[in-house]
């Protein structure tokens, strides 16, 4: 709140590029709406800014009323550029090429508004945008994983973070995939708005737990499953829903439907890990949730995630983690 009690505004530009994938757009500024219900302290005023008037999204839906790209931006503003997909659903293939004159205009926008003061936020390929300005030299940032090698590319003389949700650099914040968006977002709320905002926004969009920059983009529960063995993905499913069972090689291969050594021989060679790495690192991450969602004891913790001992738990933890699970709990509070 300001000293004449009114609420302090940050004004947020978001630029609605060719193609702008949806969820990059709804999921950050869902979370600036809720902030502005949820408390009075600062108000969130957002506009829509890009070279077209109407963008077709990357699910088919017209996005409109979108305003020319402005001369200038206030001293303080917060500039959000969202990522852009392939292909919109339902368009002709090989699209892409004719927004090239669309994205070159917003490059040569960026090159000119962007000054210090004002925050430059990107939302999964966005960052790529903004590399093509030249806005992320010398800056850590990240990018969706399918899109970091470009990044790289675009620009070499940044510092490229890999498997990390977002990027916090002076004024320049990059997030990971679509979704990370919304845990960027969530921190900048933390930061204009405070903690108690930001963790009531979360709990009005029914997100379970926020994420920290440093955390993997991949979930810990998608570990693993990048295959297409439906035997290896009926053991996986059934660790997932119980991992705190007792989970032997011979009970996962009754469920897989195949023999013990068949079971960790298709582990390895599909989910690149054995069977108890697999178990083990579905526990912690079940363990990893309890530590920050709950005050519950290390030695209660370790029970419920299906380790035999405290002792164990802290072994398997400190194998996969960096930070102990206290120091984790702690970062979170």
Do not use: K
Not at 13 to 40: C, F, H, S, Y
Not at 52 to 80: E, I, K, M, R
Not at 93 to 106: F, K, V
């Amino acid at each position: 709140m300001s000293l004449t009690g009114q609420p302090r505004i940050v004004p947020v530009i978001v630029v609605v590029p060719p193609r702008t994938l949806l969820l990059d757009i709804a999921g950050p500024m869902e979370v600036l709406r809720r902030a502005n219900i949820d408390q009075a302290a600062v108000r969130f005023v957002v506009s829509y800014v890009g070279p077209a008037p109407c963008v077709t999204s990357s699910v088919g839906l017209d996005v409109a009323n979108v305003a020319p790209l402005p001369d200038g931006l206030p001293d303080d503003a917060l500039v959000v550029i969202s990522g852009s997909a392939d292909e919109p659903l339902g368009a002709p293939a090989g699209s892409r090429a004719d927004d090239a004159p669309l994205e070159a205009e917003i490059v040569s926008w960026l090159q000119r508004v962007i000054r210090p003061g004002i925050r430059l936020v990107s939302i999964c390929s966005g960052a790529l945008l903004a590399a093509r300005a030249g806005l992320l030299d010398g800056h850590e940032c990240t990018t969706h994983h399918a899109t970091l090698g470009e990044l790289m590319r675009l620009a070499p003389r940044a510092r490229v973070r890999e498997n990390r949700l977002y990027v916090e650099d002076g004024e320049r914040l990059t997030s990971a995939g679509v979704t990370a968006g919304i845990d960027l977002m969530l921190a900048l709320v933390a930061r204009e708005a405070g903690h108690a905002a930001a963790l009531a926004v979360a709990r009005d969009l029914v997100i379970y737990l926020r994420r920290a920059g440093g955390d993997p983009q991949l979930s810990p529960w998608l570990e693993g499953r990048n295959h297409l063995h439906p035997a290896i993905h009926r053991a996986q499913d059934a660790v997932g829903a119980d991992p705190a069972r007792d989970w032997s090689v011979e009970a996962l291969a009754e469920v897989a439907a195949t023999s013990p050594r068949n079971l960790s021989r298709l582990f390895n060679d599909h989910a690149g890990m054995s069977v108890t790495d697999y178990v083990n690192r579905m526990r912690i991450a079940l363990a990893r949730e309890l530590v920050i969602g709950s005050r519950l004891d290390m030695e209660s913790i370790a029970e419920r995630a299906g380790f035999s001992s405290t002792r164990q738990f802290r072994r398997v933890w400190n194998r996969l983690h960096d930070i102990s699970p206290a120091r984790l709990r702690a970062s979170f509070r």
